[in-house]
């Protein structure tokens, strides 16, 4: 079995400071791990995931993640917020790199202020 | 390439009338899976169709079916609706090589909304 626990329903940080977004895994098997972000009223866009390669994984708009296996954690990070980052984020886990059903975690509401 | 295309973008129905969304995945992508995303449950696996056969199916009532076509465009079917049945319907689909799944991709989604 699989699942994801994102530690913080909301974060909320002033523009121009760091972001952090927790999330924390729990899988059988060698998992593929991945961020999604959520505007409103939109559908879900891939901001980066890991699949077994470099355990720090880029991803668009200045978001980064480390994959920490003894962690059993796949937090996501970005240096300087900005007021688009707004919006709902999820963390995402598969079992390896087969076919497999996505566990999404509840999500965090980043909140940008000025 | 053009991205997953899910329509409509919104409907409205009557408990106990039935609905049918469509999803068309990226070209090329054969694997279509389904997500019902609500504010109470958040996003929750309904099922996944690969080549025009269910691979996987969440763990939702027989109300709640689909398919695939030849051409990999999916559909799904919800029966006597329910006030309950009203959210986001996601639809995702995925590149498989040699089995390895490459990620999945979204589409906007179908915003149901049962009265």
């Known amino acids: 079995a699989q699942s994801v626990t994102q530690l913080d329903s909301h974060v909320s940080v002033s523009e121009g400071t760091p972001v952090l977004l927790r999330c924390n895994y729990s899988?059988?098997?060698?998992?593929?791990l991945f961020w999604y972000v959520q505007h409103p009223n939109k559908g879900l866009q891939l901001l980066l995931k890991?699949?077994?390669?470099?355990?720090l994984v880029k991803g668009i708009n200045g978001f980064e993640a480390e994959f920490k296996k003894s962690e059993t954690s796949f937090h996501l990070t970005k240096p300087s917020a900005h007021m688009s980052d707004a919006a709902e984020y999820f963390c995402?886990?598969?079992?390896?790199?087969?076919?497999?059903?996505?566990?999404f975690g509840k999500g965090t509401m980043l909140l940008v202020s000025p | 390439k053009a991205g997953v295309t899910q329509t409509p973008r919104y409907l409205i129905k009557t408990r106990g009338q039935q609905v049918t969304l469509s999803c068309s995945p990226i070209?090329?992508?054969?694997?279509v899976s389904w997500y019902q995303q609500t504010p109470g449950q958040g996003l929750q696996f309904l099922f996944e169709?690969?080549?025009?056969?269910?691979?996987n199916k969440g763990n939702f009532p027989g109300r709640f079916s689909g398919r695939q076509f030849s051409n990999s465009r999916s559909e799904m079917n919800v029966s006597t609706l329910e006030l309950g049945d009203s959210a986001l319907y996601l639809c995702?689909?995925?590149?498989?090589?040699?089995?390895?799944?490459?990620?999945?991709?979204f589409g906007s989604g179908t915003r149901l909304t049962v009265v």
């Open positions: 169709y690969f080549s025009e056969t269910q691979r």
């Open positions: 899988s059988s098997y060698s998992p593929s």
């Open positions: 070209s090329g992508h054969r694997s």
């Open positions: 995402v886990v598969t079992l390896g790199s087969g076919y497999s059903t996505l566990t």
């Open positions: 890991y699949t077994s390669a470099a355990t």
């Open positions: 995702a689909s995925s590149e498989e090589n040699r089995g390895r799944i490459d990620g999945y991709t």
